[in-house]
Protein backbone atom coordinates (compact mmCIF):
# COMPACT_ATOMS: atom_id res chain seq x y z
CA UNK A 1 0.00 0.00 0.00
CA UNK A 2 1.94 3.21 -1.02
CA UNK A 3 0.26 6.67 -0.39
CA UNK A 4 1.08 9.85 -2.63
CA UNK A 5 3.40 11.77 -0.23
CA UNK A 6 3.12 14.74 -2.40
CA UNK A 7 -0.91 14.38 -2.03
CA UNK A 8 -1.77 15.63 1.60
CA UNK A 9 -5.26 14.17 1.30
CA UNK A 10 -6.15 10.32 2.35
CA UNK A 11 -7.14 8.04 -0.66
CA UNK A 12 -8.18 4.75 0.18
CA UNK A 13 -6.08 1.35 -2.25
CA UNK A 14 -8.43 -1.82 -2.56
CA UNK A 15 -7.47 -4.71 -0.58
CA UNK A 16 -6.63 -7.55 -2.46
CA UNK A 17 -6.49 -11.72 -1.85
CA UNK A 18 -2.82 -11.44 -1.29
CA UNK A 19 -3.05 -8.90 1.33
CA UNK A 20 -6.03 -10.06 2.58
CA UNK A 21 -4.56 -13.66 3.12
CA UNK A 22 -1.60 -12.44 4.88
CA UNK A 23 -3.81 -9.96 7.13
CA UNK A 24 -5.97 -13.21 8.26
CA UNK A 25 -2.79 -15.38 8.78
CA UNK A 26 -1.38 -12.37 10.90
CA UNK A 27 -4.65 -12.89 13.69
CA UNK A 28 -3.24 -14.80 16.56
CA UNK A 29 -5.61 -18.31 17.12
CA UNK A 30 -8.21 -16.36 19.65
CA UNK A 31 -10.98 -18.81 19.86
CA UNK A 32 -13.36 -16.07 21.56
CA UNK A 33 -15.79 -14.69 19.67
CA UNK A 34 -18.51 -11.84 19.19
CA UNK A 35 -21.96 -11.30 18.12
CA UNK A 36 -21.16 -13.31 14.94
CA UNK A 37 -19.94 -15.95 17.11
CA UNK A 38 -17.30 -17.16 14.59
CA UNK A 39 -13.65 -17.69 16.26
CA UNK A 40 -10.36 -16.45 14.00
CA UNK A 41 -9.50 -19.97 13.92
CA UNK A 42 -12.51 -20.83 11.94
CA UNK A 43 -11.93 -18.47 9.48
CA UNK A 44 -8.03 -19.08 9.22
CA UNK A 45 -9.02 -23.10 8.41
CA UNK A 46 -11.51 -21.51 5.21
CA UNK A 47 -9.65 -18.65 4.56
CA UNK A 48 -8.56 -19.96 0.89
CA UNK A 49 -12.40 -19.88 -0.28
CA UNK A 50 -13.14 -16.30 2.04
CA UNK A 51 -10.48 -14.32 0.55
CA UNK A 52 -11.46 -13.58 -3.07
CA UNK A 53 -15.97 -13.06 -1.83
CA UNK A 54 -14.51 -11.43 1.45
CA UNK A 55 -11.70 -8.86 -0.46
CA UNK A 56 -14.87 -7.86 -2.65
CA UNK A 57 -17.16 -7.09 0.28
CA UNK A 58 -14.51 -4.89 2.03
CA UNK A 59 -13.78 -3.30 -0.90
CA UNK A 60 -17.60 -2.63 -1.67
CA UNK A 61 -17.73 -0.89 2.13
CA UNK A 62 -14.79 1.48 1.13
CA UNK A 63 -16.52 2.73 -2.08
CA UNK A 64 -19.60 2.89 -0.59
CA UNK A 65 -18.30 4.59 2.56
CA UNK A 66 -20.67 2.06 4.70
CA UNK A 67 -19.35 0.07 7.59
CA UNK A 68 -21.80 -3.08 7.96
CA UNK A 69 -24.11 -2.36 11.18
CA UNK A 70 -23.91 -6.07 12.51
CA UNK A 71 -20.38 -5.72 12.70
CA UNK A 72 -20.60 -2.57 15.04
CA UNK A 73 -22.08 -4.83 18.13
CA UNK A 74 -19.74 -5.59 21.01
CA UNK A 75 -20.14 -8.17 23.09
CA UNK A 76 -19.07 -7.10 26.89
CA UNK A 77 -17.62 -10.57 29.37
CA UNK A 78 -17.16 -9.27 32.75
CA UNK A 79 -13.83 -10.47 34.38
CA UNK A 80 -13.72 -10.62 38.07
CA UNK A 81 -10.95 -8.75 39.64
CA UNK A 82 -10.92 -8.84 43.24
CA UNK A 83 -14.01 -8.10 46.67
CA UNK A 84 -17.08 -8.85 47.01
CA UNK A 85 -18.51 -10.59 43.61
CA UNK A 86 -21.74 -9.26 44.07
CA UNK A 87 -20.34 -5.29 43.63
CA UNK A 88 -20.41 -4.66 39.85
CA UNK A 89 -17.37 -2.09 40.54
CA UNK A 90 -14.96 -5.31 41.32
CA UNK A 91 -15.52 -6.28 37.71
CA UNK A 92 -13.46 -5.10 34.46
CA UNK A 93 -15.36 -4.76 31.33
CA UNK A 94 -13.75 -6.72 28.25
CA UNK A 95 -14.79 -5.62 25.14
CA UNK A 96 -15.25 -8.84 22.24
CA UNK A 97 -15.95 -7.03 18.53
CA UNK A 98 -16.93 -9.63 15.89
CA UNK A 99 -14.00 -10.94 13.92
CA UNK A 100 -14.65 -10.16 10.64
CA UNK A 101 -15.01 -6.40 12.10
CA UNK A 102 -11.17 -6.88 13.20
CA UNK A 103 -10.44 -8.14 9.58
CA UNK A 104 -12.35 -5.02 8.13
CA UNK A 105 -10.73 -3.04 10.59
CA UNK A 106 -7.14 -4.12 10.29
CA UNK A 107 -7.08 -3.70 6.38
CA UNK A 108 -8.32 0.34 7.45
CA UNK A 109 -5.63 0.47 9.85
CA UNK A 110 -2.82 -0.70 6.95
CA UNK A 111 -3.37 2.31 5.26
CA UNK A 112 -4.48 4.63 7.83
CA UNK A 113 -1.55 4.73 9.77
CA UNK A 114 0.78 4.91 6.53
CA UNK A 115 -0.83 7.89 5.50
CA UNK A 116 -0.67 9.59 9.39
CA UNK A 117 3.08 8.49 9.80
CA UNK A 118 4.57 9.26 6.21
CA UNK A 119 2.75 12.66 6.17
CA UNK A 120 4.23 13.46 9.99
CA UNK A 121 0.59 14.05 11.23
CA UNK A 122 1.30 13.24 14.47
CA UNK A 123 2.72 15.09 17.37
CA UNK A 124 6.32 14.01 18.10
CA UNK A 125 5.57 14.03 21.79
CA UNK A 126 3.17 11.48 21.18
CA UNK A 127 4.71 7.50 21.74
CA UNK A 128 1.54 5.14 21.77
CA UNK A 129 0.24 2.54 19.36
CA UNK A 130 3.12 4.07 17.13
CA UNK A 131 5.93 1.86 15.10
CA UNK A 132 9.35 2.16 16.99
CA UNK A 133 8.32 3.94 19.49
CA UNK A 134 6.88 2.53 23.18
CA UNK A 135 5.99 3.38 26.85
CA UNK A 136 9.89 2.72 27.33
CA UNK A 137 10.68 5.42 24.85
CA UNK A 138 8.22 7.90 26.20
CA UNK A 139 10.16 7.10 29.14
CA UNK A 140 13.50 7.47 27.82
CA UNK A 141 12.71 10.87 26.89
CA UNK A 142 11.40 11.85 29.94
CA UNK A 143 14.02 11.10 31.56
CA UNK A 144 16.67 12.25 30.00
CA UNK A 145 15.21 15.43 29.55
CA UNK A 146 14.93 15.34 33.42
CA UNK A 147 18.63 14.97 33.86
CA UNK A 148 19.59 17.01 31.36
CA UNK A 149 17.69 19.91 33.04
CA UNK A 150 19.11 18.96 36.48
CA UNK A 151 22.28 18.95 35.22
CA UNK A 152 22.09 22.18 33.85
CA UNK A 153 21.23 23.43 37.39
CA UNK A 154 17.35 24.18 36.95
CA UNK A 155 14.92 22.79 38.82
CA UNK A 156 12.82 20.43 37.29
CA UNK A 157 9.00 19.41 38.04
CA UNK A 158 7.35 16.53 36.46
CA UNK A 159 3.50 16.74 36.39
CA UNK A 160 1.58 13.05 36.15
CA UNK A 161 -1.81 14.23 34.63
CA UNK A 162 -4.89 11.27 35.10
CA UNK A 163 -8.07 11.54 32.86
CA UNK A 164 -11.33 9.75 33.20
CA UNK A 165 -12.15 7.22 31.03
CA UNK A 166 -10.46 9.04 28.00
CA UNK A 167 -11.22 6.16 25.12
CA UNK A 168 -14.71 6.00 26.44
CA UNK A 169 -15.46 10.06 26.20
CA UNK A 170 -14.73 10.80 22.94
CA UNK A 171 -17.27 12.84 21.36
CA UNK A 172 -17.53 11.64 17.44
CA UNK A 173 -18.66 14.63 15.83
CA UNK A 174 -15.35 16.49 17.54
CA UNK A 175 -13.16 13.43 16.13
CA UNK A 176 -14.66 13.43 12.70
CA UNK A 177 -13.56 17.03 12.47
CA UNK A 178 -10.47 16.42 13.42
CA UNK A 179 -9.97 13.43 10.69
CA UNK A 180 -10.98 16.06 8.04
CA UNK A 181 -8.67 18.47 9.06
CA UNK A 182 -5.36 15.86 9.01
CA UNK A 183 -6.90 15.07 5.28
CA UNK A 184 -9.48 12.16 5.45
CA UNK A 185 -12.27 13.72 3.47
CA UNK A 186 -14.79 12.44 1.17
CA UNK A 187 -16.40 8.86 0.57
CA UNK A 188 -13.38 7.64 3.47
CA UNK A 189 -14.89 10.08 6.15
CA UNK A 190 -18.14 8.67 5.23
CA UNK A 191 -16.75 5.52 6.03
CA UNK A 192 -15.53 6.83 9.44
CA UNK A 193 -18.81 8.41 10.22
CA UNK A 194 -20.42 5.09 9.38
CA UNK A 195 -17.97 3.18 11.68
CA UNK A 196 -18.80 5.29 14.40
CA UNK A 197 -22.39 5.24 14.70
CA UNK A 198 -25.06 3.47 15.67
CA UNK A 199 -22.73 1.24 17.69
CA UNK A 200 -24.45 -1.23 20.27
CA UNK A 201 -23.22 -3.18 22.98
CA UNK A 202 -24.75 -5.95 25.18
CA UNK A 203 -23.69 -7.66 28.34
CA UNK A 204 -23.03 -11.81 28.28
CA UNK A 205 -22.53 -13.10 31.90
CA UNK A 206 -21.69 -17.35 31.97
CA UNK A 207 -22.44 -19.48 34.92
CA UNK A 208 -22.73 -23.34 35.65
CA UNK A 209 -26.32 -24.73 36.50
CA UNK A 210 -26.80 -27.24 39.00
CA UNK A 211 -26.20 -29.67 35.87
CA UNK A 212 -22.37 -28.59 36.02
CA UNK A 213 -23.57 -27.14 32.58
CA UNK A 214 -22.31 -23.84 31.86
CA UNK A 215 -25.01 -21.41 30.48
CA UNK A 216 -24.88 -17.76 29.50
CA UNK A 217 -27.42 -14.77 30.25
CA UNK A 218 -27.61 -11.71 27.43
CA UNK A 219 -28.68 -8.24 28.42
CA UNK A 220 -30.82 -6.02 26.13
CA UNK A 221 -28.34 -4.46 23.32
CA UNK A 222 -27.85 -0.78 24.15
CA UNK A 223 -26.53 1.80 22.00
CA UNK A 224 -22.72 3.61 22.51
CA UNK A 225 -23.16 7.42 21.67
CA UNK A 226 -19.27 8.29 22.94
CA UNK A 227 -16.16 6.96 22.67
CA UNK A 228 -13.88 4.72 20.01
CA UNK A 229 -14.81 1.41 20.19
CA UNK A 230 -13.38 -0.63 23.00
CA UNK A 231 -11.07 -3.83 21.38
CA UNK A 232 -10.81 -2.59 18.36
CA UNK A 233 -8.06 -2.33 15.94
CA UNK A 234 -8.55 1.52 15.11
CA UNK A 235 -9.46 2.75 18.04
CA UNK A 236 -6.70 3.53 19.51
CA UNK A 237 -4.66 5.38 16.54
CA UNK A 238 -8.19 7.43 16.15
CA UNK A 239 -7.81 8.10 20.06
CA UNK A 240 -4.63 9.63 18.75
CA UNK A 241 -5.76 11.76 15.80
CA UNK A 242 -8.57 13.34 18.44
CA UNK A 243 -5.72 14.49 20.95
CA UNK A 244 -3.81 15.47 18.04
CA UNK A 245 -2.41 19.08 19.17
CA UNK A 246 -2.47 19.05 22.74
CA UNK A 247 1.64 19.47 22.90
CA UNK A 248 1.04 22.70 21.48
CA UNK A 249 -1.34 24.10 24.20
CA UNK A 250 1.73 24.38 26.54
CA UNK A 251 4.38 26.62 26.55
CA UNK A 252 7.01 25.83 24.49
CA UNK A 253 9.50 27.76 26.52
CA UNK A 254 10.32 25.28 29.56
CA UNK A 255 8.02 23.60 29.32
CA UNK A 256 7.79 19.51 27.42
CA UNK A 257 4.77 17.05 27.28
CA UNK A 258 5.33 13.07 27.07
CA UNK A 259 2.13 11.36 25.87
CA UNK A 260 1.36 7.91 25.65
CA UNK A 261 -1.78 7.72 24.43
CA UNK A 262 -4.19 9.17 27.04
CA UNK A 263 -1.01 9.23 29.66
CA UNK A 264 -0.12 12.73 29.51
CA UNK A 265 3.02 14.31 31.22
CA UNK A 266 4.54 17.72 31.57
CA UNK A 267 8.36 18.52 32.43
CA UNK A 268 8.48 22.10 33.53
CA UNK A 269 11.82 23.11 34.05
CA UNK A 270 13.59 26.75 35.26
CA UNK A 271 16.39 28.02 37.47
CA UNK A 272 13.60 29.65 39.64
CA UNK A 273 10.86 27.39 41.71
CA UNK A 274 8.82 30.74 41.05
CA UNK A 275 8.71 30.42 37.73
CA UNK A 276 8.19 27.08 37.31
CA UNK A 277 5.23 27.90 39.49
CA UNK A 278 3.59 30.23 37.29
CA UNK A 279 4.35 28.38 34.34
CA UNK A 280 3.08 24.85 35.52
CA UNK A 281 -0.02 26.63 36.47
CA UNK A 282 -0.77 28.88 33.04
CA UNK A 283 0.25 25.52 30.94
CA UNK A 284 -2.46 23.61 33.37
CA UNK A 285 -4.97 25.84 32.32
CA UNK A 286 -4.02 25.95 28.87
CA UNK A 287 -4.48 21.79 29.11
CA UNK A 288 -7.73 22.14 30.93
CA UNK A 289 -9.05 24.15 28.41
CA UNK A 290 -7.64 21.96 25.67
CA UNK A 291 -8.92 18.71 27.45
CA UNK A 292 -13.06 20.35 27.81
CA UNK A 293 -12.82 21.23 24.14
CA UNK A 294 -12.62 17.29 23.93
CA UNK A 295 -14.99 16.09 26.04
CA UNK A 296 -11.94 14.92 28.43
CA UNK A 297 -12.07 15.33 32.31
CA UNK A 298 -8.97 15.72 34.07
CA UNK A 299 -9.48 13.88 37.32
CA UNK A 300 -7.42 16.60 40.16
CA UNK A 301 -7.35 13.96 42.86
CA UNK A 302 -5.16 11.89 40.58
CA UNK A 303 -2.79 14.12 39.60
CA UNK A 304 0.12 14.73 40.84
CA UNK A 305 3.45 16.37 40.83
CA UNK A 306 7.32 15.60 41.74
CA UNK A 307 10.17 17.73 42.23
CA UNK A 308 12.97 15.92 40.94
CA UNK A 309 16.52 16.64 42.65
CA UNK A 310 19.67 15.15 43.37
CA UNK A 311 20.36 13.59 47.10
CA UNK A 312 22.63 16.48 47.61
CA UNK A 313 19.91 19.42 46.75
CA UNK A 314 18.27 20.34 50.08
CA UNK A 315 16.17 22.89 48.69
CA UNK A 316 12.64 21.83 50.38
CA UNK A 317 10.44 25.05 48.99
CA UNK A 318 7.72 23.38 47.61
CA UNK A 319 5.63 24.73 44.32
CA UNK A 320 2.63 25.31 44.52
CA UNK A 321 0.49 23.96 41.66
CA UNK A 322 -3.22 24.04 41.33
CA UNK A 323 -5.79 22.80 38.37
CA UNK A 324 -9.41 23.81 39.53
CA UNK A 325 -8.65 25.28 42.34
CA UNK A 326 -7.34 22.25 43.48
CA UNK A 327 -4.08 21.97 44.58
CA UNK A 328 -2.08 19.47 43.19
CA UNK A 329 -0.62 17.30 45.68
CA UNK A 330 3.57 16.83 45.75
CA UNK A 331 4.58 13.50 46.24
CA UNK A 332 8.06 11.62 46.37
CA UNK A 333 7.36 8.31 43.78
CA UNK A 334 4.55 7.99 41.22
CA UNK A 335 3.29 5.37 38.84
CA UNK A 336 4.75 6.50 35.50
CA UNK A 337 4.23 4.42 32.32
CA UNK A 338 4.69 1.27 34.40
CA UNK A 339 7.49 2.37 35.94
CA UNK A 340 8.11 3.44 39.74
CA UNK A 341 9.51 7.06 39.46
CA UNK A 342 11.05 8.88 42.59
CA UNK A 343 12.13 12.29 43.21
CA UNK A 344 16.27 11.71 42.98
CA UNK A 345 16.15 8.40 39.76
CA UNK A 346 17.36 6.44 42.29
CA UNK A 347 14.51 3.32 41.25
CA UNK A 348 14.86 2.27 44.68
CA UNK A 349 10.97 1.42 44.98
CA UNK A 350 10.56 0.43 41.26
CA UNK A 351 13.02 -2.50 42.48
CA UNK A 352 11.08 -3.27 45.27
CA UNK A 353 7.97 -3.45 43.01
CA UNK A 354 10.23 -5.96 40.51
CA UNK A 355 11.46 -8.17 43.65
CA UNK A 356 7.49 -8.93 44.56
CA UNK A 357 6.74 -10.29 40.83
CA UNK A 358 10.36 -11.92 40.41
CA UNK A 359 9.13 -13.71 43.96
CA UNK A 360 5.81 -15.25 42.14
CA UNK A 361 7.49 -15.93 39.34
CA UNK A 362 10.09 -18.22 41.41
CA UNK A 363 7.08 -19.64 43.16
CA UNK A 364 5.53 -20.90 40.35
CA UNK A 365 9.19 -22.04 38.76
CA UNK A 366 9.48 -24.06 41.74
CA UNK A 367 5.91 -25.66 41.78
CA UNK A 368 6.51 -26.60 38.64
CA UNK A 369 9.88 -27.88 39.12
CA UNK A 370 8.84 -31.01 40.41
CA UNK A 371 6.76 -32.22 37.28
CA UNK A 372 8.60 -30.26 34.18
CA UNK A 373 11.42 -30.64 32.04
CA UNK A 374 13.70 -27.89 31.93
CA UNK A 375 12.61 -26.34 28.61
CA UNK A 376 9.60 -25.93 29.79
CA UNK A 377 10.94 -24.13 33.08
CA UNK A 378 12.63 -21.89 30.95
CA UNK A 379 9.76 -20.83 29.08
CA UNK A 380 8.07 -19.85 32.67
CA UNK A 381 11.28 -18.39 33.08
CA UNK A 382 11.02 -15.71 30.36
CA UNK A 383 7.38 -15.37 30.56
CA UNK A 384 7.44 -14.72 34.44
CA UNK A 385 10.80 -13.73 35.67
CA UNK A 386 12.85 -12.06 32.78
CA UNK A 387 9.77 -9.64 30.91
CA UNK A 388 9.69 -8.59 34.74
CA UNK A 389 13.04 -7.92 34.53
CA UNK A 390 13.57 -6.66 31.13
CA UNK A 391 10.31 -4.16 31.16
CA UNK A 392 12.44 -0.59 31.66
CA UNK A 393 15.68 -1.70 32.69
CA UNK A 394 16.89 0.49 30.20
CA UNK A 395 15.90 3.47 32.82
CA UNK A 396 16.10 1.24 35.80
CA UNK A 397 19.67 -0.33 35.62
CA UNK A 398 21.00 2.94 36.55
CA UNK A 399 20.15 2.59 40.00
CA UNK A 400 22.95 1.40 42.67
CA UNK A 401 24.65 -2.07 42.48
CA UNK A 402 23.24 -2.75 45.93
CA UNK A 403 19.77 -2.84 43.76
CA UNK A 404 20.90 -4.54 40.81
CA UNK A 405 22.32 -7.28 43.29
CA UNK A 406 18.96 -7.80 44.77
CA UNK A 407 17.75 -8.77 41.22
CA UNK A 408 20.96 -11.00 40.05
CA UNK A 409 20.24 -12.99 43.47
CA UNK A 410 16.88 -13.52 42.54
CA UNK A 411 17.88 -14.50 39.41
CA UNK A 412 20.82 -17.44 40.58
CA UNK A 413 17.69 -18.93 43.00
CA UNK A 414 15.54 -19.52 39.60
CA UNK A 415 18.79 -20.71 37.89
CA UNK A 416 18.75 -23.41 41.01
CA UNK A 417 15.31 -24.41 40.99
CA UNK A 418 15.22 -24.99 37.39
CA UNK A 419 18.25 -27.19 37.59
CA UNK A 420 17.81 -28.39 40.56
CA UNK A 421 20.96 -27.62 42.60
CA UNK A 422 22.00 -27.03 46.26
CA UNK A 423 21.46 -23.25 47.31
CA UNK A 424 24.92 -22.67 47.70
CA UNK A 425 26.02 -24.01 44.73
CA UNK A 426 28.02 -21.42 41.79
CA UNK A 427 25.78 -21.04 39.21
CA UNK A 428 28.01 -18.57 37.26
CA UNK A 429 28.74 -20.98 33.92
CA UNK A 430 25.09 -21.85 34.18
CA UNK A 431 23.70 -18.37 32.99
CA UNK A 432 25.77 -18.83 29.19
CA UNK A 433 24.70 -22.72 29.33
CA UNK A 434 20.81 -21.75 29.57
CA UNK A 435 21.52 -18.71 27.21
CA UNK A 436 20.09 -16.18 30.14
CA UNK A 437 21.62 -12.76 30.36
CA UNK A 438 22.44 -11.61 34.01
CA UNK A 439 20.61 -8.05 35.25
CA UNK A 440 23.98 -6.52 34.51
CA UNK A 441 23.99 -7.80 30.77
CA UNK A 442 20.46 -6.90 29.92
CA UNK A 443 21.48 -3.05 31.01
CA UNK A 444 24.36 -3.46 29.06
CA UNK A 445 22.41 -4.59 25.72
CA UNK A 446 19.46 -2.36 26.36
CA UNK A 447 21.45 0.43 26.46
CA UNK A 448 23.97 0.03 24.12
CA UNK A 449 20.95 -0.56 21.27
CA UNK A 450 19.45 2.23 22.49
CA UNK A 451 22.89 4.57 20.69
CA UNK A 452 23.16 1.97 18.16
CA UNK A 453 19.38 3.16 16.96
CA UNK A 454 20.71 7.01 16.67
CA UNK A 455 24.73 5.92 15.89
CA UNK A 456 24.50 8.04 12.67
CA UNK A 457 23.48 11.53 14.69
CA UNK A 458 26.11 10.67 17.64
CA UNK A 459 30.35 12.55 17.01
CA UNK A 460 32.54 9.50 16.65
CA UNK A 461 36.10 9.69 19.02
CA UNK A 462 37.82 10.05 14.75
CA UNK A 463 35.82 13.22 13.49
CA UNK A 464 37.54 15.58 15.54
CA UNK A 465 40.57 13.58 17.32
CA UNK A 466 43.71 12.04 15.25
CA UNK A 467 43.16 8.59 17.10
CA UNK A 468 44.42 5.05 16.28
CA UNK A 469 42.19 3.35 13.70
CA UNK A 470 41.15 1.13 15.84
CA UNK A 471 39.34 3.47 17.84
CA UNK A 472 37.77 5.07 14.90
CA UNK A 473 34.30 3.24 15.61
CA UNK A 474 34.07 4.69 18.89
CA UNK A 475 31.78 7.55 19.81
CA UNK A 476 32.81 10.31 21.81
CA UNK A 477 31.60 10.85 25.33
CA UNK A 478 29.05 13.80 25.99
CA UNK A 479 30.22 16.72 28.30
CA UNK A 480 27.92 16.17 31.97
CA UNK A 481 28.58 18.57 34.72
CA UNK A 482 26.96 16.24 37.61
CA UNK A 483 27.32 12.02 38.63
CA UNK A 484 23.51 11.72 38.16
CA UNK A 485 23.52 12.67 34.11
CA UNK A 486 25.20 9.45 33.96
CA UNK A 487 22.07 8.04 34.30
CA UNK A 488 21.04 8.83 30.87
CA UNK A 489 20.70 5.84 28.89
CA UNK A 490 22.62 7.64 26.02
CA UNK A 491 25.51 8.40 28.59
CA UNK A 492 25.52 5.14 29.69
CA UNK A 493 25.26 3.11 26.50
CA UNK A 494 28.32 4.87 24.68
CA UNK A 495 30.45 4.06 28.03
CA UNK A 496 29.19 0.50 26.94
CA UNK A 497 29.27 0.47 23.15
CA UNK A 498 32.70 1.96 23.54
CA UNK A 499 34.24 -1.43 25.23
CA UNK A 500 32.49 -3.81 22.99
CA UNK A 501 35.41 -5.72 20.69
CA UNK A 502 36.38 -3.86 17.49
CA UNK A 503 34.17 -6.51 15.13
CA UNK A 504 31.23 -6.16 16.84
CA UNK A 505 31.43 -2.36 16.20
CA UNK A 506 32.05 -2.64 12.48
CA UNK A 507 28.46 -4.33 12.41
CA UNK A 508 25.61 -1.95 10.07
CA UNK A 509 22.71 -4.33 10.49
CA UNK A 510 20.70 -3.62 13.37
CA UNK A 511 19.52 -6.99 13.81
CA UNK A 512 22.84 -8.70 13.60
CA UNK A 513 24.14 -6.01 15.78
CA UNK A 514 21.52 -6.91 18.62
CA UNK A 515 22.05 -11.05 17.81
CA UNK A 516 26.17 -10.57 18.56
CA UNK A 517 25.90 -8.10 21.42
CA UNK A 518 23.30 -10.42 23.14
CA UNK A 519 25.70 -13.55 22.26
CA UNK A 520 28.67 -11.40 23.78
CA UNK A 521 27.05 -10.46 26.76
CA UNK A 522 25.87 -14.24 27.88
CA UNK A 523 29.01 -15.56 27.04
CA UNK A 524 30.25 -12.81 29.84
CA UNK A 525 27.57 -13.81 32.38
CA UNK A 526 28.29 -10.66 34.20
CA UNK A 527 28.00 -10.18 37.76
CA UNK A 528 29.10 -6.42 37.91
CA UNK A 529 29.95 -3.87 35.68
CA UNK A 530 33.36 -3.81 36.37
Given at each position: ?????????????????????????????????????????????????????????????????????????????????????????????????????????????????????????????????????????????????????????????????????????????????????????????????????????????SYIDKDSQIRSVKS???????????????????????????????????????????????????????????????????????????????????????????????????????????????????????????KNLTWDNHIQHIEK??????????????????????????????????????????????????????????????????????????????????????????????????????????????????????????????????????????????????????????????????????????????
Open positions: VIQNLSDKRFHITPVDEIELDKIISSFKNKYSAGYDEVPMPIIKNIKHLLVKPLAHVINSSFVSGIFPNRLKISKIKTIFKKGNTTDPSNYRPLSILPTFSKIYERVMYIRLIEFLENNNKFDDEQHGFRSGRSVITAGIEFVESTLDAIDRGDHAVGIFMDLSKAFDSVCHSSLIGVLNSLGISGIVLEWFVSYLKDRNQYVEIQIKTIKYGVPQGSILGPILFLCYINGLPKSVSSINSRMFLYADDSNLLVSHKSLNEIQNVSNLNLISILNYFSSKNLLLNPDKTNFISFRTRQNRNDVVPSIEVLDTQIKQVDQTKFLGLIVDKISSGLFALYTLSKYCELDTLKMVYYSHIQSHISFGVVLYGATSDKNLQKILILQKKAIRIMLKLHHQESVRHLFSNLGILTIYGLYILETVLVVKKVNDTLPKLGASHNYLTRNRNQLAAPHINLKITSKKPEVAGIKFYNSLPEHILKIDSFLLFKKTVKQYLISKSLYSFD
